[in-house]
């Protein structure tokens, strides 16, 4: 039973072994057909060139691509300051819609109204009216750059989200483990944030990195009040250069960044569900 | 006065009256068995002794404190009344060690460093030394029900609270446990328990008492209560539960 063959594998394992090849000779057939009709299709399009000419001019992404890169690094700096700045705010805004203290209440109510509100706006409605209103009361420089206000408005609109999922994994830590906990002889405080707080957080982890990664793209909605991103030096080359190339270009870098992170994402997703299972 | 005093205690939600007037004493060094049928209140008791439920009416004396009084910081009785659940409860983002230090830092402001031979004593008195630096999910039931035992005593509490500590384990695991029961008792300590094992409480409570509807029913010695109990509903329970 079970002896290993010539090439040291069990009859099951020979087995798996094949079935693992044709399933990888069937995907590889099947991408190669798909592929080359695509490729054989598009430049047959009658608007094909055309196309080509304004969205894949290679000159034009030469020119335009280390500039692109070099603004991008403007979307990392708005980006990183943000991130934490949510963090906190979410965090906090999380633990004031829970407090129980009577004489807090209006912690709760604002906190309330506070997500409400904020995801119930346009990310660029924000923007726009923080961005626009704020300097336009006459602030003296640099109190009116819109680096402040556009980060405020992101600031604001993601802390409203990410409130929600810390609420949410706040919720998820069941009764007993505060029942335990409390009859410890630990404060209500202590109860959050030496054991609710620890095991909350680590199960939103996945959902708050979804919500990184659209920051990381809303970030370019700062260009529309003044902030010169990547989106903003795309559009800058287009004019200059009459050709929609640098935005194909600006969406390759968002993609460099991005699907590493969705995928990585979905794997913490993929790793807790199966840990809970 | 006893240790621990229960006058006409009366708990209810909403409208269901769950503790309907108990009265119970506990002496020092005693160990009190709650047995009745599931739904009598047994539980709602044990978290009532803890505050973790506030009571609706009568009194609970610690030492002679009434510490149901409404005002009364609940934190207090806490410190000094331990409970371990059916469900273990520990913390599962922390090592053993740290769930039984957790406690005793954050209360009496002590250090790690400070608090770990009196720790490590502990888990070396239920065989658990080699299990501190382990996560819950590493160990068995048993393992992790000894350590809920332990993360109580660590407060050195007065009064210990096990609210059906064996009902969620392995038949193989339940005897360990219980040996862990047997040990508290020898040396002192104050216990009450609600339980199904009732070949233990017969062998070691010193009282036992029949929960019905949030009423004690009967009371007495364990050799009494199980042998001839006078009660029909007690008899009745009996008998099926010893079938
Ligand atoms: N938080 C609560 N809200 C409403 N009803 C409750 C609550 N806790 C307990 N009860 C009710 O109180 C009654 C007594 O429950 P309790 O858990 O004290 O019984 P028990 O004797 O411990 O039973 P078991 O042997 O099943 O553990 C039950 O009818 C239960 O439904
Ligand atoms: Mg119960």
């Known amino acids: ?277 | 006065m006893a240790k621990l005093e229960l006058r006409e205690v009366i708990k209810a939600f909403d409208d269901k009256t769950v503790c309907d007037g108990i009265d119970l004493d506990v002496e020092v060094g005693e160990m009190v068995c709650l047995i009745g049928a599931s739904g009598a209140g047994k539980s709602t008791l044990l978290r009532c002794i803890n505050l973790l439920e506030p009571i609706d009416d009568g009194a609970i004396y610690l030492d002679d404190t009434d510490i149901a009084e409404p005002g009364f910081d609940p934190l207090l009785v806490r410190r000094r009344v331990g409970m371990v659940f059916q469900s273990y409860n520990l913390f599962p983002h922390m090592t053993a060690a740290e769930n039984v230090m957790l406690a005793p830092r954050r209360v009496t402001g002590r250090s790690r460093a400070d608090l770990k031979d009196e720790a490590e004593a502990l888990f070396a008195q239920f065989g658990l030394v080699d299990q501190m630096a382990k996560y819950p999910d590493q160990l068995s039931g048993g393992q992790q029900q000894r350590v809920a035992i332990v993360r109580a005593l660590a407060m050195r509490p007065e009064v210990m609270l096990f609210d059906e500590i064996t009902s969620a384990l392995d038949p193989q695991l339940v005897g360990e446990v219980l040996d862990a029961l047997r040990a508290l008792k020898s040396q002192g300590m104050t216990m009450v328990l609600a339980t199904h094992e009732m070949g233990f409480a017969r062998e070691a409570a010193d009282k036992v008492c029949f929960l019905k509807h949030g009423r004690i029913l009967e009371e007495g010695p364990a050799e009494t209560l199980f042998q001839a109990p006078q009660n029909a509903e007690t008899q009745a329970f009996l008998a099926r539960a010893l079938k």
């Open chain 1, 1 to 277: 039973m079970n002896k290993p063959n010539a090439a040291g594998m069990t009859r099951r394992q020979a087995f798996e072994a094949r079935q693992r090849l044709r399933s990888a000779v069937i995907a590889a057939t099947s991408t190669v057909v798909v592929a080359s009709a695509i490729i054989w299709a598009v430049p047959r399009a009658p608007g094909w060139e055309k196309v080509q000419a304004s969205f894949f001019n290679a000159e034009v992404f030469a020119r335009s691509f280390p500039k692109l890169l070099d603004a991008f690094l403007i979307n990392i700096m708005i980006f990183a300051w943000c991130a934490p700045a949510i963090a906190i705010l979410g965090l906090l805004i999380a633990l004031a819609r829970d407090v129980r203290a009577p004489a807090l209440y209006p912690l709760r109510i604002l906190g309330a109204a506070y997500t409400d509100i904020f995801r119930g706006v346009p990310v660029i409605l924000t923007v726009y009216l923080i961005g626009f209103g704020i300097p336009g009361l006459g602030l003296p420089r640099p109190w009116n750059s819109p680096y402040i206000w556009g980060s405020l408005a992101l600031i604001l609109t993601y802390a409203a989200y990410v409130a929600e999922i810390f609420r949410s994994g706040i919720d998820s830590v069941h009764e007993s483990q505060r029942a335990a906990a409390r009859s410890l002889g630990l404060s209500e405080r202590q109860v959050m944030r030496d054991v609710v707080l620890p095991q909350a957080i680590r199960r939103v982890v996945p959902s708050q990195m979804n919500m990184l990664i659209a920051l990381q793209k809303d970030v370019s909605l700062l260009s529309f009040i003044g902030p010169v991103e990547i989106f903003r030096q795309a559009g800058v080359f287009k004019s200059l250069l009459a050709n929609f190339t640098p935005y194909v270009g600006a969406a390759l870098i968002f993609l460099a960044v991005t699907i590493p992170a969705t995928r990585y994402a979905d794997y913490l997703m993929a790793k807790q569900a199966r840990e809970r299972s």
